[in-house]
């Protein structure tokens, strides 16, 4: 098997591994501790696994992790900064858009990009259906997790309330 | 089970790896389908597609270029694309497969679900090669020119602002496709193209011919198809949808026709 070498941001933190051709990204990024990547349908249908590639989010258990090189990756581990949850993470939260947690993780991310995107927008809820399709959920109905995107919006995304992130119009 | 990826930097790389490695490679762009678990692919070789510069989406001379690594979202989200095609990828419910699934790849696939065909079929696209032959999008379906040993670089939509209305029947977005189907008016020409009850998504030229509408039109797409009876239908339920589909279809774009000369 040839390994190959392969460097990347992965939630803040350069990193350099070899891989394997056939290791798909979800299993490199369990294998280096970040659980909230979850394997679940494996054909790129559920989101369970999703995280953002340079922004944008994409299935890890579909997308191999050399073509991770030279790429920003972002999951939830990484959202939380000083022990403190992200903005869209306590919308979540406040919302009670979390029930058996297991598709969260891929929700959030997917949740943090579109935050990022229509920043300082108004947001319709079939927008953000629309925008979430491709992130499944069998406990909570959808309801709540639009409520917690209209949520994050509202709390000024990417402002963890601390101050600091230089987003907020009054920092 | 990939033992190598390589990533050549040009298209003629690219078709020289292919022809070193011959069966035991793959082309490989947004991988959706040849990294999923029941299509993954069992070559050893995977030649990326991702440096080519395969991804642009250029007008010129009236017809619209799209490269074959252009994603499913990009095309939505670029304006230049025809609405019946954006629409058409939206049918791939999930927003994080169109990012990563491509036009290419939705085409060479040859995948029992092919929703984004009948759009291409209709607007009668055609196929770029790496070597500079164009194909039709029909011939290449049929298999005269196998995508595994030529390399597909594009697709060419001639007449990109030509009429054209889609549709996908399925019991929910993320449900299995019973069928999705296109039609589009060159003039007073039909074009109308199916896949899903098919063996695999084509023109129907025959009823094309006949320049149905409405119930006259139904009644020939039933009859011109070849359902399957299985979890998704009836035999009976889809050749009666297939016609329903099309028909609604062209007078929607007949509606549409006679909106815009009121207009003018």
Known sequence: ?171 | MIEQFLKPASVDEAIRLKSQYKDEAVFMAGGSKLNATPTRTDKKVAISLAGLGLNEIKEQGGQLHIGATVSLQQLIDDPRTPPALREAAGFIYSRNVRNQATLGGEMCARQEEAVLLPVLLAMEARVVFADGQVSELESFLDGVRNSSASLVIGVILPEPDRPCATRKIARSAAGLTVLSAAVALNGEVQRIAIEGVVPRAVRLREVEKKGLAEVPLELAVSEAVAPRDDVRGSVAYKRYIAGVVVADLLADLLADRQQMTKEK
């Open chain 1, 1 to 171: 098997m040839n390994m190959t070498p392969i460097q990347c941001t992965i939630n803040g933190q350069a990193r350099e591994f070899q891989v394997d051709p056939r290791t798909s990204l979800l299993e490199l990024l369990r294998s280096q501790g970040l659980t909230s990547v979850k394997q679940a349908c494996a054909v790129g249908e559920c989101g369970a696994c999703t995280v953002l590639i340079d922004g944008t989010p994409i299935d890890t258990c579909i997308y191999l992790a050399v073509w991770a090189n030279g790429k920003t990756i972002r999951s939830a581990e990484g959202e939380v900064r000083d022990g403190v949850i992200s903005s869209v993470q306590q919308a979540y939260v406040d919302t009670g858009a979390v029930q058996c947690g297991f598709c969260t993780p891929g929700l959030v991310m997917t949740t943090t990009a579109l935050v990022e995107k229509y920043r300082g927008q108004q947001l319709c809820r079939d927008t953000i259906r629309r925008e979430l399709a491709g992130n499944l959920c069998r406990c909570t109905g959808y309801e709540k997790v639009i409520d917690a995107v209209l949520a994050s919006v509202d709390n000024k995304p990417g402002c963890n309330g601390q101050g600091g992130c230089g987003r907020c119009e009054d920092e």
